[in-house]
Structure formats: C-alpha cells, structure tokens
C-alpha cells in the first residue's frame, strides 16, 4: 500500500478528496492531513509517505515553498491546483500530475489509476523549473484589464481582483490586499469584462470572484461570505445559478 497525505488549506477538497480516494483505492492508506505549508512540511517528515496530494496556493506560502524545504524528495506527488489554463500548460509539458479544483471524482480516478501505474519519482530540481514555468506563464499571460485614473489608466491583474461594488454610475473595486477604488464605469461593464474570467453577479450591486468566496449562508434568503470575512446578500434572480456553481462538489 503507499501511506498518502493530503496537504490543502480547503477544509471541503480534503474531505472530498479523502472520500474519493478511501472509497475507490485500496491500495492508498490515508495516513494524515494538513492545512497549510508549516503542518504540511511536519506531516511529510513525520509520516514518511509514499504518495501526496499537494496543493500550491496556501495561507503560509506555496506548495513549491513546502518543496523547497525538504531534504530529499522521496514520494510520488499530485499537485491539486486551481490555476488558469495558462500555467496548467506548464503542468502538461512537466509530467508532473495534477488535479483541478473544483476536485472530481472521475479526475481523481483517472491520476490515481496513473500513479499506481508508474514509478516516477521527481528530483527537486524538476519542481524548480516547474515552478519558474508557472511563475513566468503568470508574468506574461495574466489576465489584466485596464482601469481609469484621473491621469490615465492602471493595469491590474485580474487574479487580484476580490469582488465589485456598483454605486449608481460607479463602481468600487476591492482587492485582495484589502485596498479599494472608485471607478467611474458602472457594474454592468464590469459584469461584462470579468465574467468570463471566473467572477459572478450575485446581486444587482455586488459581482464577485468566486475563487473568493469562503462560504454560504442562508440568512435573510441567502448570503456569501469572501475571504476578506465581508458578507453579501443573494439576490433570488442569481441564487439558483449561484448555488449550482457552489454546490457542484457537494457531499
């Protein structure tokens, strides 16, 4: 059997990824869970595994950063990722393997039929390139939009962008680092440029990045919670695509 470990700060994937993993192989025993770079960096040196589900973006750090740290790497591993398209390209030319968030069934399925079939174990020096691979994919291949300022325009990642709040002809801008702007373009426009890179209006006021989002709740007909702690009310019009979208891995 190989001893196997999760290592992912998402409280949800873990469970669903320890469900898919304990009812559908055997052959991995679950030996220890993590939540972060510092527990995770423990858990390996403490649990020896054979086999860990990494993920790479992490309260504390990165995946890469937990790689970095250890002596030796001596265990297969499946990087669990949430990443755009574009660096999941640098994934595919690593062979490296690797998950998708939102984590299914048939994904895992298919990765771990993999695994159990080969014998590959990779050196640190391969997640060094794959990192710079994945690094450099960012810095050039980002998503950005072009915002108004009074003397001209910022460019801003998209990526970086937590959610949209209209006022009237406005629009206020908050970002992950708990800043904010106030933009002279109305939420519809925003509504129109970001949807397609993973945002979703929840309301006629709020648009929202919903990698963001860190749970709902169904006080006063329904609510989400972002990663900065502020709460936002569900309008009925969105709430039953809103859900389909939250609840795609449902246990």
Do not use: W
């Amino acid at each position: 059997m190989l001893r196997t470990v999760i290592i992912d700060d998402d409280q949800l994937a873990r469970k669903i990824l320890h469900r898919i993993v304990s009812q559908n192989f055997p052959e991995l025993d679950l030996v220890g869970e993590a939540g972060n770079v510092e527990e995770g960096l423990r858990l390996i040196n403490e649990a020896d595994p054979d086999l860990v589900f990494l993920d790479i973006e992490m309260p504390d750090g990165t995946g890469f950063d937990l790689i970095d740290q250890l002596l030796e790497v001596d265990f297969r591993l499946v990087f669990v990722t949430s990443y755009n398209d574009y660096a999941i390209t640098a994934f595919k030319y690593s062979a490296f393997d690797y998950i998708l968030k939102p984590v299914l069934p048939e994904n895992v399925k298919s990765t771990v039929k993999r695994i159990l079939q080969s014998a590959g174990i990779k050196h640190k020096e391969e997640f060094a390139s794959l990192k710079s691979q994945i690094e450099r994919a960012e810095d050039q291949l980002g998503v950005t939009i072009a915002l108004p300022e009074m003397n001209g325009f910022a460019i801003i990642k998209v990526k970086d962008i937590l959610r949209c709040e209209g006022e009237r002809n406005y629009t206020r801008v908050f970002y992950k680092d708990g800043s904010s702007v106030l933009i002279s373009r109305t939420l519809l426009e925003f509504d129109q440029l970001l949807v397609p890179h993973g945002f979703f209006r929840i309301h006629r006021s709020h648009l929202v990045n919903l990698s963001c989002i860190s749970r709902y709740v169904k006080t006063d007909g329904g609510m989400v919670e972002m990663n900065d702690k502020s709460q936002l009310k569900v309008s009925p019009k969105f709430k039953d695509n809103l859900l389909h979208l939250l609840l795609h891995n449902k246990l």
